[in-house]
């Protein structure tokens, strides 16, 4: 069974920090390139982030503008994680955050984990 368990997520002032995780199993981590998605109510999720598979191999790590020098994905290949570091957060950052598992025409999501950016 595929599982993509986010967490992390909560209230938070502008200006703070987060780190979400994504702890996952089923499915060999490793060969897959992980990413961040958001999504406001009513709206179309929104790419955040991506880390290429172990080794570099399909790409090169991504970033949508808003959240560049803001935001830092990373990966541990040994916990079968991928995280998202996100600092000087701000109220815009508000969103379900969900991480994905990407290979080929496989694609694989966690259940998503809240983030709230208010004073």
């Known amino acids: 069974q595929v599982l993509l368990v986010e967490s992390g997520g909560g209230l938070v002032r502008p200006g703070g920090s987060l780190r979400l995780s994504c702890a996952t199993s089923?499915?060999?981590?490793?060969?897959?390139?992980m990413s961040w998605y958001r999504q406001v109510p009513g709206k179309e999720r929104e790419f955040v982030a991506r880390?290429?598979?172990?080794?570099?191999?399909?790409?090169?790590?991504l970033y949508t503008d808003s959240v560049k020098g803001r935001f830092t994905v990373s990966r541990d290949d040994d916990k079968d994680t991928v995280y998202l570091q996100m600092n000087n957060l701000k109220p815009e950052d508000t969103a379900a955050y969900y991480c994905?598992?990407?290979?080929?025409?496989?694609?694989?999501w966690g259940q998503g984990t809240q983030v709230t950016v208010s004073s």
């Open positions: 994905n598992a990407r290979r080929g025409g496989v694609d694989y």
């Open positions: 089923g499915f060999t981590f490793g060969l897959f390139a």
């Open positions: 880390i290429p598979s172990a080794g570099g191999i399909g790409g090169s790590m």
